[in-house]
């Protein structure tokens, strides 16, 4: 796929497994939180040290949302002994023999397929028969070495309860409409009267962006109180709302992070208007959503086109009716390579 292969950081592998790869159900979430928990100090991962991390993540998320497979009518003995765990009808031990007998059949062999193929990259070998575990490679031990590691945690825990959300609200895709709450940053959709609460809108976003500032690329953080935490901007400024009644400013479409220079710093953005290839960058990022689907994808399909030339002139036009507003055009300084091609 263009997103890793443009900018092939074992960073951007991992995040084409987390937004990219199908989803039957949630296994693949709660297996990544598992290969972030587990002691790691021996390559060899047995199942039956996994399963202890790999259970509880699927047992909290059930507590907040009950549909972890696509296919709810059939649960599947794991997720059915999950739940009898939470109920408290069995015991750990019992929790733990269902894990390691009914949670790995399939999601070890899957994890790594994307867009109908395996990546190039591998993060462990699948050696559940031979050894009974799985065996973590160097591609693994490197990844959790790099700058962006900590923020993996934080995109998949804010991808995996799009996922579940979406199977939960069963909304008709044309129903569909996301929003931003700038008091809780967080990402919201509204079903007939009552006001939904997504994920959080910056570690959503982050995964897209691959861990850097939309616009001068510089690396940022998901993590409160670090010196690089991002700021979630509008790309058009919400100043500009005034001469576009009806058009949601607030949408996934028109929603960056920024670093903290380019947000709000002496040469920030402020309400200004990003340059012309900052818009083409846009529209990357927008399609990048489109293509992980479920559900932020439909959010902005309905907002911007149904194809993505319509989306292109949506954006395009977007950009010129803010210039009409008498807004200036703001190109910042790169920091680093673009993210985005």
Same mark, same amino acid.
């Given at each position: 796929? +263009?997103?890793?292969?443009?900018?092939?950081?074992?960073?951007?592998?991992?995040?084409?497994?987390?937004?990219?790869?199908?989803?039957?159900?949630?296994?693949?979430?709660?297996?990544?939180?598992?290969?972030?928990?587990?002691?790691?100090?021996?390559?060899?991962?047995?199942?039956?040290?996994?399963?202890? #991390?790999?259970? +509880?993540?699927?047992?909290?998320?059930?507590?907040?949302?009950? /549909?972890? %497979?696509?296919?709810?009518?059939?649960?599947?003995?794991? %997720?059915?002994?999950?739940?009898? *765990?939470?109920? $408290?009808?069995?015991?750990?031990?019992?929790?733990?023999?269902?894990?390691?007998?009914?949670?790995?059949?399939?999601?070890?062999?899957?994890?790594?397929?994307? !867009? $109908?193929?395996?990546?190039?990259?591998?993060?462990? %070998?699948?050696?559940?028969?031979?050894?009974?575990?799985?065996?973590?490679?160097?591609?693994?031990?490197?990844?959790?070495?790099?700058?962006?590691?900590?923020?993996?945690? *934080?995109?998949?825990?804010?991808?995996? /309860?799009?996922?579940?959300? @979406?199977?939960?609200?069963?909304?008709?895709?044309?129903?569909?409409?996301?929003?931003?709450?700038?008091?809780?940053?967080?990402?919201?959709?509204?079903?007939?009267?009552?006001?939904?609460?997504?994920?959080?809108?910056?570690?959503?976003?982050?995964?897209?962006?691959?861990?850097?500032?939309?616009?001068?690329?510089? #690396?940022?953080?998901?993590?409160?109180?670090?010196?690089?935490?991002?700021?979630?901007?509008?790309?058009? #400024?919400?100043?500009?709302?005034?001469?576009?009644?009806?058009?949601? =400013?607030?949408?996934?479409?028109?929603?960056?992070?920024?670093?903290?220079?380019?947000?709000?710093?002496?040469?920030?953005?402020?309400?200004?208007?990003? @340059?012309?290839? =900052?818009?083409?960058?846009?529209?990357?990022?927008?399609?990048?959503?489109?293509?992980? +689907?479920?559900?932020?994808?439909? @959010?902005? %399909?309905?907002?911007? $086109?149904?194809?993505?030339?319509?989306?292109?002139?949506?954006? !395009?036009?977007?950009?010129?009716?803010?210039?009409?507003? /008498?807004?200036?055009?703001?190109?910042?300084?790169?920091?680093?390579?673009?993210?985005? /091609?």
């Amino acid at each position: 796929m +263009r997103f890793y292969q443009v900018d092939p950081t074992l960073e951007n592998y991992w995040r084409g497994v987390i937004l990219f790869g199908n989803n039957f159900a949630t296994y693949k979430f709660a297996l990544a939180h598992a290969l972030y928990d587990v002691d790691r100090s021996d390559s060899m991962i047995k199942l039956d040290d996994l399963a202890v #991390p790999f259970s +509880r993540h699927i047992c909290e998320h059930l507590k907040h949302a009950p /549909r972890q %497979i696509l296919n709810d009518k059939k649960p599947g003995k794991l %997720i059915t002994a999950c739940l009898q *765990y939470n109920l $408290g009808e069995i015991d750990e031990d019992e929790l733990h023999r269902m894990t390691v007998r009914y949670g790995f059949s399939v999601v070890l062999d899957a994890f790594h397929n994307v !867009n $109908g193929g395996p990546l190039e990259k591998q993060f462990f %070998i699948n050696e559940r028969r031979e050894h009974k575990g799985i065996r973590l490679t160097d591609e693994f031990y490197r990844l959790t070495e790099t700058q962006q590691f900590h923020n993996l945690v *934080y995109e998949t825990d804010a991808r995996w /309860r799009l996922v579940e959300k @979406a199977w939960e609200m069963d909304l008709p895709p044309q129903l569909l409409d996301v929003h931003y709450d700038a008091g809780s940053e967080t990402l919201f959709t509204q079903l007939n009267s009552y006001r939904i609460s997504l994920t959080s809108c910056r570690n959503s976003l982050n995964g897209y962006q691959k861990g850097h500032c939309f616009y001068c690329n510089a #690396p940022i953080s998901l993590e409160s109180g670090h010196p690089l935490l991002a700021d979630v901007d509008h790309f058009i #400024p919400l100043v500009a709302q005034r001469q576009m009644p009806g058009m949601n =400013l607030n949408g996934v479409w028109n929603l960056v992070l920024a670093c903290q220079s380019c947000n709000r710093g002496e040469n920030g953005k402020f309400a200004q208007v990003p @340059a012309l290839d =900052l818009l083409y960058r846009l529209h990357a990022r927008n399609e990048y959503f489109i293509n992980s +689907r479920l559900p932020l994808h439909e @959010a902005i %399909i309905n907002q911007t $086109g149904k194809s993505e030339p319509v989306r292109r002139t949506f954006l !395009n036009d977007t950009w010129n009716a803010a210039l009409a507003c /008498r807004l200036r055009i703001w190109q910042p300084d790169a920091a680093g390579e673009v993210m985005f /091609r």
